[in-house]
C-alpha cells in the first residue's frame, strides 16, 4: 500500500502549492487551466460563475482529498497511486507455452478405434463426444471415456447440435472396394475413430445407395462438424436424403451371426457402418473370429468390406461464444497462455468449446478465451482429436507445430471468446491528449454509475500499470478515494445478442473488486486500494 512520507502539513502545503499566485492574468489564466484539469479528476464539470469562487471550491476539495488520504494513509487512483497487489497485474506468461511433448507421449496411450460390433443391436443412437484423456492421463480406456456433458455438466449448457448439412448420393465417392464373396474370400470391417452407429440394409443386392442413404441421415459428429443431433432410428433406406453429418461409410456381409439372422428384425447380414472421418482399407483390421454359433458351426467372417467417404467436407459453425480466428490448416499452436488438453473421441468444436467453458481459471491468466482443435493423424492414420486450451488469445503465427516422426497435425483449427459487448473491455477509451494517465467516469462504451454522494465510485482509466493487459481497466470503488460507496459499470448499448443463441461465455472482468474503505478495484485484474478480502468479489 502506498503512503505518503509525509505529515498532513506537508500534504496540505504541497497540495496548495499547485494554485495559483494571485495578482497577475497569466497566473489566473494558468490557474484556470489547472483548475479545470483538477476538478476533472475529480469527475466533475467546471461551470464557471467567478474565479474567488473556484479557487475556494478547490481548495476546500483538494484539502478534503489530503486530509482522506492522509487519514487512511492511501494514494486514491486519480493521483496515481499504487495497488496493494501491484506486482500480480503483470501476467508471467514464462513457461505457459504449449506442451507438445506431453500432448505427443500421450497419444500412443489412448486407443479410440471403434466399430459395429458383433453383439450391438442396429440402428443406435449416436454417441454423445467423450473425453478419453485429461492433461496427459487417460480418463476410463476401459469404458470409453467420459462424457464431455459429465465434464461440463457444472456449467448447466446444453451442447448445441449440428447445422443442417444437406448431402445426396452423388456426394459419395469409394476409397476402397471389397476383396469379392467367393467361398474362399475374407475381408475385414474398418475399426477407426469417430464411429457413430450402423444399420443392417437388405442383403437381396449389395445395396451401396441404401447405405449411402442411411449415411445421409446420421446427424452425427462428424470430422470437422459438431455436437450430435440424435435422429430417430430406425430410418427407412428408401426415403429421400435429408441432413448429414456423418463423413464415411463401410459397407459389408458378416456371416455366422445368428443375432443378424434371426434376432434382429432386418434379418440381414449386409451391415452399414458410419463415421464421422474418412478411413482407409489398413484399417479394415476387425476380420471376425467370434464363435456366435455352437460347433461344429464357423466362426463369424467379413466379406466384401467396402468404404466410401463424401466427396468434400463441411467447415463446422463457430460455437455459441466463439468465434473462428484460422484454420483449418496442418500446424497447431505453440503459443504462451497454455491452461491443458483434452483429447476427444470426435472431432467436435462444441464439445471443444464445452471443456474451455468449464476449465479452472488459471491463477495468472483467468479463464479459458482460446481453443485449438486439431486431429492427429499416425502412420497416415486418424487416432485422436486435440483440444488444447489457453487463457490468451492466439492466431496462425504460432500455429507451427505440425508433428514429428510419425505424427501428423491435421484439420487445426483456433476459436476465441466473442464478447457480446462492443467494446468487451476498456482498451477503447484513450488520452485525448495521447497521454499515458487519464480518467473518466464515463466513455463511448462504458457508463460509470455512482451512488448519491459518491465520487467516481465507478470509473475508467487509460494507465497501463493498472490493466492486467493493455492500457485500459474498468475501477469499481472511489477513485479520488473520498468515500466508500460502491459503483456500477454499466455498458452504453445492449449486448449483440442472437435470438436463439445460448451464450456460456465469461463477464469482461475476471475478478470485481469492492469499492469498501474508500478504497477499489480494477475489473480484469485482483487489484485493490485500501481493501480487505471481504471488499473482494469473484465474477
Not at 84 to 98: P, Q, R, Y
Not at 110 to 132: C, F, L, R, S, Y
Not at 231 to 250: D, G, H, I, K, Q
Not at 297 to 316: N, R
Request: aromatic fraction near 8%; hydrophobic fraction near 35%.
Amino acid at each position: 500500500m502506498a503512503r505518503r512520507k509525509e505529515g498532513r502539513k506537508e500534504g496540505t502545503r504541497m497540495m496548495v502549492s499547485a494554485l495559483p499566485g494571485p495578482g497577475r492574468e497569466s497566473g489566473r489564466r494558468r490557474g484556470g487551466g489547472r483548475l479545470k484539469r483538477a476538478l476533472s479528476l475529480l469527475g466533475r464539470t467546471p461551470q464557471v460563475t467567478s474565479m474567488p469562487s473556484f479557487l475556494r471550491l478547490l481548495t476546500l476539495t483538494l484539502l478534503a482529498i489530503t486530509a482522506h488520504a492522509a487519514t487512511t494513509g492511501i494514494t486514491p487512483p486519480t493521483q496515481r497511486g499504487v495497488p496493494d497487489s501491484f506486482g500480480a497485474l503483470n501476467i508471467n506468461v514464462n513457461g505457459t507455452t504449449t506442451d507438445a511433448a506431453l500432448i505427443e507421449s500421450t497419444i500412443p496411450l489412448i486407443d479410440q478405434k471403434a466399430g459395429a460390433t458383433d453383439d450391438a443391436p442396429p440402428n443406435q443412437p449416436v454417441p454423445e463426444t467423450t473425453v478419453t484423456a485429461l492433461d496427459g492421463e487417460v480418463v476410463d480406456i476401459d469404458t470409453g471415456g467420459v462424457s464431455v456433458s459429465v465434464v461440463a455438466a457444472n456449467r448447466g449448457l446444453p451442447p448445441r447440435p449440428a447445422a443442417p448439412r444437406r448431402r445426396t448420393l452423388q456426394d459419395y465417392e469409394q476409397v476402397f472396394a471389397g476383396t469379392g464373396t467367393g467361398p474362399d474370400d475374407r475381408d475385414g470391417s474398418i475399426e477407426g475413430t469417430a464411429y457413430l452407429t450402423y444399420t443392417v440394409v437388405s442383403n437381396a443386392t449389395y445395396d451401396v445407395d441404401a447405405c449411402l442413404s442411411f449415411c445421409s441421415r446420421v446427424a452425427g459428429c462428424g470430422a470437422l462438424l459438431s455436437l450430435p443431433v440424435l435422429l430417430p432410428l430406425p430410418l427407412p433406406p428408401e426415403a429421400p436424403p435429408l441432413t448429414a453429418n456423418a463423413v464415411f461409410a463401410n459397407l459389408y456381409y458378416e456371416f455366422n451371426n445368428p443375432l443378424l439372422d434371426f434376432v434382429f428384425s432386418e434379418k440381414s447380414n449386409l451391415k452399414c457402418a458410419v463415421y464421422g472421418d474418412v478411413h482407409s482399407a489398413e484399417e479394415k483390421t476387425n476380420r471376425g473370429g467370434q464363435q456366435q454359433i455352437p460347433p461344429p458351426a464357423g466362426l463369424t467372417y467379413i466379406q466384401q468390406s467396402s468404404g466410401w467417404s463424401a466427396k468434400t467436407l463441411t467447415d463446422p459453425d463457430a460455437p455459441d461464444g466463439y468465434e473462428l480466428v484460422f484454420g483449418p490448416t496442418g500446424g497447431a499452436n505453440n503459443a504462451p497462455g497454455y491452461m491443458g488438453f483434452a483429447f476427444i473421441d470426435k472431432y467436435d468444436v462444441n464439445a471443444c468449446a464445452a471443456l474451455c467453458n468449464t476449465r479452472g481459471a488459471d491463477r495468472e491468466g483467468g479463464a479459458c478465451q482460446y481453443f485449438n482443435i486439431w486431429r492427429a493423424l499416425v502412420d497416415g492414420v486418424p487416432t485422436t482429436y486435440t483440444c488444447s486450451m489457453y487463457y490468451l488469445v492466439a492466431d496462425e503465427s504460432t500455429a507451427v507445430n505440425y508433428g514429428q516422426g510419425t505424427l501428423k497435425v491435421t484439420y487445426s483449427r483456433g476459436y476465441r471468446r466473442r464478447t457480446l459487448l462492443l467494446d468487451g473491455g476498456f482498451e477503447a477509451y484513450t488520452c485525448a491528449d495521447g497521454g499515458i494517465f487519464c480518467f473518466a467516469g464515463s466513455s463511448s462504451t462504458w457508463s460509470g454509475i455512482s451512488p448519491l454522494g459518491g465520487s467516481l465510485d465507478a470509473s475508467i482509466f487509460h494507465y497501463a500499470p493498472y490493466a492486467r493487459m493493455g492500457d485500459g481497466v474498468g475501477l469499481l470503488g472511489s477513485a479520488s478515494g473520498l468515500d466508500a460507496l460502491p459503483g456500477t459499470l454499466a455498458v452504453v448499448e445492449a449486448l449483440g445478442t442472437g435470438g436463439a443463441d445460448v451464450y456460456g461465455g465469461v463477464l469482461p472482468c475476471e475478478r470485481v473488486c469492492g469499492g469498501g474503505g474508500g478504497g477499489g478495484g480494477v475489473c480484469g485484474g485482483a487489484v485493490e486500494w485500501g481493501g480487505g478480502e471481504d471488499d473482494q468479489a469473484g465474477v
